[in-house]
């Protein structure tokens, strides 16, 4: 399908998908709208940034214009999720405004959600907590959501959604459609479809254990005492809006605050922070008022903003997965994106983990897990680097480095797209000297 033409679809939509310059279908887009329209449940797979949210709010909009009544509900794990889903289908709605929405969030004053519940919202995106809310207090009735979005759905599961999301559906009429998202399809999904999809058809987009291939990422190994100066330095060799991320809320707005200090306007994002102050540094950060954005995970899922050209792992994700998702908030929608980690000797076994779920073969091959062994492979690492890399194998291995080419296009493992930098305090001061 090489256009939106060739789909059945409305009117109204055909003219939205124009206004936003919406060509062509991505590959997600051209697999799932057509089953969508034709009515049938959805397990899907894909990478970040590949045009998940219109695959699935196409078919959404499109069921709603055939029944009067009926309703459709999207759940997604964050609240900045929720507001750019609900971005999305706005602007495809510009031509059908008779559909009215409601996003219904965590952070936010009930009073106003009340307000847009009584004007009759046909179409409802939230986070599970706030829906459960609403329902407890019965200023939402899902008796009409005959079209039930889950996204992200490996991110809510993480994050204990799971009882939220079994009470929610309690409240949907089992005569639905149903369209599952998830960026990974471990068991526990599987086993969730069968729960609650019917026949689904399965649609895949890529491997989901590989980074995209528009993203230079390097490694850096790296003593956690100079990771500071490093990462001021990174910032300075680079162009354009940066995403830290770190391990914790406190340490975003220490480093949002040490950066400013430093002469870089930078802000921080995580749960902690009052939703309004959120929105605001999100509206701010796609508006380009500061370049760099230090959260926590909160950001790593589904977040897109277009000018993010560089993610900085100054900390290693808690979830292996959530690697990949840091990765996809840089080179959205085919931009070549660039991405550091630094690896101190405390990451060495996260690291290890991280790259077993990118390349399975390395299983048994990278570190070993632990604090004792762990110092040791360290040790040995440094002193038998030179072997190590020649034989091919050991703690080495996924450290040996080639640097990634844009017009390289290979669709292959992980591992190629390393280029190696050493760093340590030595070498700051020689450097500087
Ligand atoms: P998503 O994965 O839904 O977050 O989308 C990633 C990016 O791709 C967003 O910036 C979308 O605006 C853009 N996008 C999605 N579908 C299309 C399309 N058919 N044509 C052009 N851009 C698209």
Redesign the pocket.
């Known amino acids: 399908m090489n256009n939106f033409e060739s789909l059945s679809l409305s009117e109204g939509i055909k003219k939205a998908l124009k206004k936003i310059?919406?060509?062509?279908?991505?590959p997600i887009?051209a697999q799932s709208i057509p089953i969508g329209i034709q009515g049938k449940d959805i397990l899907g797979s894909a990478q970040?940034?590949?045009?998940?949210?219109?695959a699935y709010s196409i078919p959404l909009i499109e069921s709603l214009l055939k029944a009067d009544k009926s309703m459709a509900l999207v759940l997604t794990p964050t609240r900045e999720l929720a507001k750019q889903v609900m971005d999305?289908i706005t602007s495809l709605l510009s031509d059908l405004n008779h559909i009215s929405t409601a996003c219904l969030i965590g952070g936010e004053q009930m009073t106003r959600q009340l307000k847009q519940l009584k004007k009759r919202p046909r179409i409802i995106v939230g986070t599970p907590g706030r829906i459960n809310d609403h329902l407890d207090r019965k200023s939402l009735k899902l008796s009409e959501a005959k079209f039930l979005v889950l996204d992200e759905t490996d991110r809510m599961l993480d994050m204990g959604f799971g009882v939220q999301i079994d009470r929610i559906l309690k409240f949907v009429p089992k005569d639905r459609q149903t369209l599952l998202f998830s960026a990974t399809i471990p068991k526990e999904i599987e086993k969730l479809s069968l729960k609650y999809l019917t026949n689904p058809e399965r649609v895949s987009i890529g491997a989901t254990n590989i980074v995209a291939t528009n993203i230079n990422h390097e490694v850096l190994e790296i003593k956690q005492e100079v990771k500071y100066s490093k990462l001021i330095e990174e910032i300075n060799n680079r162009y354009g809006s940066i995403l830290i991320f770190v391990k914790t809320k406190h340490a975003t707005d220490k480093m949002a605050k040490n950066l400013t200090k430093d002469g870089f306007k930078s802000q921080s994002l995580n749960g902690n922070l009052r939703q309004n102050k959120r929105d605001k540094v999100m509206k701010d950060f796609r508006n380009q008022k500061f370049r760099i954005l230090v959260a926590t995970d909160i950001a790593a899922r589904?977040l897109?903003v277009?000018h993010i050209e560089n993610v900085i792992n100054f900390d290693l994700p808690q979830l292996a997965e959530d690697f990949i998702h840091r990765m996809g908030r840089t080179g959205?929608?085919g931009a070549v994106g660039s991405a550091i980690s630094f690896i101190s000797p405390r990451d060495l076994s996260k690291w290890n983990e991280i790259q077993i779920m990118l390349d399975p073969k390395l299983k048994g091959k990278v570190g070993i897990k632990g604090k004792k062994s762990l110092g040791n492979a360290t040790k040995n690492r440094k002193k038998t680097t030179r072997s190590k890399i020649n034989n091919n194998e050991g703690f080495k291995k996924p450290f040996k480095k080639k640097k990634f080419r844009k017009d390289d296009n290979r669709d292959e493992g992980f591992k190629k797209l390393f280029k190696k930098k050493k760093y340590s305090k030595k070498n700051i001061k020689k450097r500087r000297a």
């Open positions: 310059n919406f060509d062509k279908p991505t887009q970040t940034g590949t045009g998940k949210t219109a999305v589904g897109d277009p959205r929608a």
